[in-house]
């Protein structure tokens, strides 16, 4: 008979009763999920395994502090992004602009694409490698606000207390990144179909 | 959005798409999307990408990352007292190892030749003091011993020792670690 899994909840009260061992379960489930969270943020796998070794120590530092009223997720994600973010302007002396210069291409009519056939596009592993490449392309912003609700699963709210930004911004942000990989899809595959 | 010519926009889409349109909205999307095949077809795009999206491969923490996390949450003072053992023994290991390499390339290199090392003379013994006697009795014991199983010359004996000393710590480092570090963790 399967154990049903403990949920954070309790095993953050088993921490803090003294169990220290127990966070190594906190940490195993959330540690996949958050390496690739500041992977795509700052690149580097050895950085970002510093990053997330960081944000977990530092989340168990102040668990003390986390009142339940969040999901622990959402509190996490909000150390572990601010601790990339920090990185990334050390990183860069000025802040990195969006780059969008055809935002009239973003709000096009929904039909403008028909002839791209890319309602297969994902069934190839190849495509699937390349939108993962494009992703990590994006600007910090969008590749936070797609990671953190297709990586992390978190909802507009929980995306807003992470990046600290108001409600609009992230939908704004969500949106306008998924809209730039949708055409740089498209843009690859209108290019396959003239080489055929 | 409006039924006729007017088609919906790609936030409208994407909204409907992540559960996000108010009620009222929905249904005239919903609606919409049934007479106009290019929204239609616009729909199923975003349902594709999000598809995609999802599929996209997590990067894999391995159980390394747990460990350092695990022991820099964990005092000193909650790690059992073979993990203390053990943990302080790698360092003693490692200072053997070093010595170890310093005095074969000394025998090896000629700057210590083997009747010193039986001895118990010469430059490791002057600098390195009683640490150092220790490894050269222990160097020419490993020698005498090795030489009734392995006729040879002294000096290559010793090379051979020496090797089979730094190998062997380093196994037992890795197996004790491997025993006690890990599972402690």
């Not at chain 1, 530092?61 to 339940?68: A, H, I, K």
């Not at chain 1, 210069?101 to 390349?130: C, K």
């Not at chain 1, 392309?137 to 930004?165: G, R």
């Not at chain 2, 460990?67 to 360092?91: D, K, T």
Request: one cysteine or more; charged letters at 25%; glycine letters at 8%.
């Amino acid at each position: 008979m399967n154990a049903v899994p403990k949920t954070d909840a309790e095993i953050i009260d088993e921490v803090r009763a003294g169990n220290t061992r127990s966070y190594a379960h906190l940490v195993d489930r959330h540690k996949d999920r958050a390496l690739t969270l500041a992977l795509r943020l700052v690149g580097a796998r050895q950085e970002a395994e510093e990053l997330v070794q960081d944000a977990f120590l530092k989340a168990f530092r102040n668990l003390g502090r986390f009142r339940g009223e969040a999901r622990f997720g959402t509190w996490f994600y909000r150390i572990l992004y601010n601790l990339c973010m920090t990185r990334l302007r050390r990183r860069t002396t000025a802040p990195q602009m969006l780059e969008i210069s055809d935002e009239t291409l973003l709000d096009g009519l929904p039909g403008e694409d028909d002839s791209i056939p890319i309602e297969e596009a994902f069934e190839r592993s190849d495509l699937l490698g390349f939108l993962s490449v494009e992703m990590n392309s994006l600007p910090p912003q969008y590749k936070s606000a797609v990671t953190l609700y297709y990586v992390q699963e978190l909802s507009y709210e929980e995306m807003a207390e992470v990046m600290d930004v108001p409600l609009g911004t992230v939908k704004t942000s969500l949106f306008r990144g998924r809209m730039l990989l949708r055409k740089r899809i498209s843009t690859r595959l209108k290019k396959e179909v003239k080489v055929a | 959005m409006t039924e006729g010519p007017v088609h919906c926009t790609n936030e409208q889409l994407q909204t409907l798409l992540d559960g996000r349109l108010a009620a009222g909205e929905k249904e005239r999307v919903q609606s919409h999307l049934r007479q106009c095949a290019p929204c239609a077809a616009g729909y199923t795009r975003l349902e594709r990408l999000d598809a995609g999206l999802r599929r996209l491969p997590l990067a894999e923490a391995g159980a390394e990352l747990t460990g350092r996390v695990m022991q820099g949450v964990m005092p000193p003072g909650h790690l059992s007292l073979a993990f203390r053992i053990v943990e302080n023994l790698a360092y003693l290991f490692a200072a053997l190892i070093v010595t170890g390499i310093m005095a074969v390339v000394f025998v090896v290199t000629g700057v210590i030749d083997s009747g010193q090392v039986t001895e118990g003379q010469g430059l490791v013994s002057t600098y390195a003091g009683a640490v150092s006697d220790w490894l050269v009795q222990a160097m020419h014991g490993g020698t005498v011993w090795l030489e009734r199983y392995l006729p040879s010359t002294a000096g290559k004996n010793t090379l051979v020792f020496g090797i089979a000393v730094l190998v062997g710590l380093g196994l037992l480092d890795r197996l004790l670690h491997r025993r006690f570090v890990h599972r402690a963790r």
